[in-house]
């Protein structure tokens, strides 16, 4: 069975620039969560997808977007970078909404130069 | 709204110590707790859980029990290994909040042989 997996693995990007980041969800699972953690900070809840559909959202501004497909398979989009948007980027998935495991991918450390 | 607070690091221990890392929670209600590790280079993995007050959640040697009188979920270890050196968060999920994770700013601990 292969994990959630993440694309790419880091990337350096200008202010003001615009990033895709990808994540592959876990064999059966149709939940995909989009997390943001800082350095030396506790990850913080981006939103989530379920079956295509986005599922809840966290204090992120607009700029931050995403899709899910039909595989569930996901992407996180951030605009108009900033520096602060410096981070490490999760991606988990789980098999449902609600009280299920999400497992955890492993990251990708996004700099903003 | 729900939050977690745990206990600053980072924490540095010879081999064989006892470990106890605190987390105490706000919520309404009865949340659901976590911990989870990080290690190095690497993404979330879940320890262990509890869903209810008094459960005791526990994993590879690591024990946290839900205390609903002290809002507490503290995470102990009996005789840590090199192995243990992680990043360790704590985190909570509630339907008040979709279930959605809260995490803890994470406590680092190192593992010295």
């Known amino acids: 069975e292969t994990g959630v997996t993440q694309s790419p693995t880091h990337l350096i990007k200008t202010r003001g620039q615009q990033v895709t980041l990808r994540c592959s969800s876990q064999?059966?699972?149709?939940?995909v969560s989009w997390y943001q953690q800082a350095l030396g900070q506790g990850p913080q809840f981006i939103f989530q997808y379920y079956r295509e559909e986005e599922n809840g959202r966290g204090n992120f501004p607009p700029r931050f977007s995403g899709l899910q497909f039909p595989n569930y398979s996901s992407e996180l989009n951030v605009n108009a970078l900033e520096l602060d948007d410096s981070a490490l980027y999760l991606c988990?998935?789980?098999?449902?909404?609600?009280?299920?495991?999400?497992?955890f991918g492993p990251g990708t450390r996004l700099t903003v130069t | 709204g729900n939050s977690v607070t745990q206990m600053e690091g980072p924490v540095t221990l010879s081999e064989e110590a006892f470990l106890t890392i605190n987390c105490t929670y706000t919520a309404t209600g009865y949340p659901s707790l976590f911990w989870y590790v990080q290690y190095p280079g690497e993404g979330l993995q879940l320890l262990l859980k509890a869903t209810k007050a008094d459960d005791k959640g526990s994993n590879k040697g690591f024990e946290a029990t839900y205390r609903k009188e002290t809002t507490s979920f503290h995470l102990e270890k009996g005789s840590v290994q090199v192995s243990d050196s992680a990043v360790y968060f704590c985190?909570?999920?509630?339907?008040?909040?979709?279930?959605?994770?809260?995490f803890g700013a994470g406590t680092t601990v190192t593992v010295r042989a």
């Open positions: 985190a909570l999920s509630h339907r008040s909040n979709d279930y959605k994770l809260s």
């Open positions: 988990a998935s789980s098999q449902g909404q609600g009280t299920y495991e999400q497992y």
């Open positions: 064999s059966g699972h149709n939940t």
